[in-house]
């Protein structure tokens, strides 16, 4: 059967009626997936708007649907990332938001379609998936599927690694996602918070949110910093941190991250948000007319059982220092501590690069397990050969 594709970029802006069946073909592809949780619409159309995503300062990205008969039975997105070439000079471009049937017709032709973008555009390697960089969600879930996926990290089918695959694709990198207990601290841990605790330069607090834009700001610092050296790491502009500021305020839970200072100056930062997708399993991607106060109450009276930590990091400076070795031990008792008190049973630690052997190492001596793992793959630019 032939496969058409539609962009979802119309005369005058994005298409309402294929933007629509963007958002609704993972019903589905999910319709009998238990563990599947649909984002919220709203934040998917604002991640798609040129005029109001900060990725679009510094990248351009476009999608398509692809349909059978008139029915949509997949979807992707292509990106390319200024500040990511900028940084690593590779001529890659990504695939994101890749979703289909369990037919290699409708993935080879989505695949086949943002490749041939980028191509248009000078790439010569296309990467994915990532919606819509490295700062969004990365990664096609390859293990893990027997439970709901936490705040801003995807959920897949199983078979779609293999698709992704059978389209030409390579493995370049996996990512994992570490599942704590809350409440079970190692006595290791717990001695390493104990002695930071005790110094009288080190202090720890939770964030401020009368200063919030502030507090994301400095975490943002640490970020820039701890992580610059990280396989595909592309730093956050100004108005990303502003955006950052502005989304965070209305989910954050304060007691949940740390902020940590040695003699007044930024040193660490644990940012961790309660999980939204726990909060809205059931809203079908809408927060209206219902959805939006079932989030409030869930969020603010009942309270969240589960929690994604995002950002762990010290900022260089430090972490040849001795007397500081602790610092990470001491953040995770810290926010252990609080989410305990919070009534969190469930967290997630997310993500972390394979081959990043000391910050694993130190994740499963805090008591961390891997319990879901993410494939990102890579494939050489050969023009598929519908669009030479």
Not at 72 to 98: K, M, Q, Y
Request: one cysteine or more; hydrophobic letters at 40%; charged letters at 30%.
């Amino acid at each position: 059967m032939t496969i058409e594709l539609r962009s979802i970029e119309g005369k005058k802006g994005l298409d309402k009626k294929c933007l629509r069946d963007f958002l609704d073909v993972v019903e589905g592809i999910y319709r009998d997936d238990e563990h599947f949780v649909r984002t919220l619409d709203m934040d998917i159309r604002e991640r798609l708007d040129k005029k109001k995503n900060p990725f679009f300062d510094h990248g351009e990205a476009t999608a398509w649907v692809a349909y059978r008969e008139g029915k949509p039975v997949g979807r992707i997105s292509a990106s390319i990332d200024r500040a990511h070439l900028e940084r690593h000079d590779d001529d890659t471009g990504f695939f994101g938001f890749l979703d289909t049937i369990d037919d290699p017709s409708v993935s080879q032709a989505l695949l086949d379609q943002a490749t041939a973008w980028l191509h248009e555009r000078g790439m010569k390697k296309v990467r994915g998936p990532m919606s819509l960089s490295i700062n969004e969600e990365c990664g096609l879930l390859v293990d893990g599927f027997d439970r709901p996926p936490m705040i801003m990290m995807p959920h897949h089918r199983s078979y779609q690694g293999a698709l992704v695959e059978a389209a030409g694709f390579e493995k370049i990198k996996d990512l994992f996602a570490w599942r704590y207990e809350v409440g079970h601290v190692p006595r290791r841990a717990q001695r390493a918070y104990e002695a930071i605790e005790a110094m009288p330069e080190v202090t720890t607090r939770g964030i401020d949110m009368s200063n919030i834009e502030h507090d994301v700001r400095l975490i943002m610092e640490v970020f820039n910093d701890a992580w610059s050296e990280n396989w595909g790491y592309v730093p956050a502009t100004e108005r990303e941190v502003q955006k950052m500021a502005k989304d965070l305020k209305l989910i954050v839970m304060p007691e949940l991250s740390k902020l940590t200072f040695i003699n007044g100056e930024i040193a660490a930062v644990a940012l961790a948000l309660p999980n939204l997708n726990e909060l809205v399993h059931d809203a079908n991607g809408k927060l209206f007319p219902t959805g939006a106060l079932k989030l409030l109450w869930r969020l603010k009276v009942r309270g969240p059982r589960s929690a994604r930590l995002v950002i762990l990091g010290i900022c260089k400076k430090w972490r040849s220092t001795r007397r500081y070795a602790g610092l990470s031990a001491a953040l995770y008792v810290a926010m252990n501590h609080s989410a305990h008190l919070l009534g969190i049973r469930d967290s997630e630690l997310s993500w972390t690069l394979e081959d990043n052997g000391k910050i694993n190492v130190g994740i499963k001596m805090m008591g961390g397990k891997v319990y879901k793992t993410y494939r990102l793959y890579e494939k050489p630019i050969d023009l598929p050969r519908a669009h030479r």
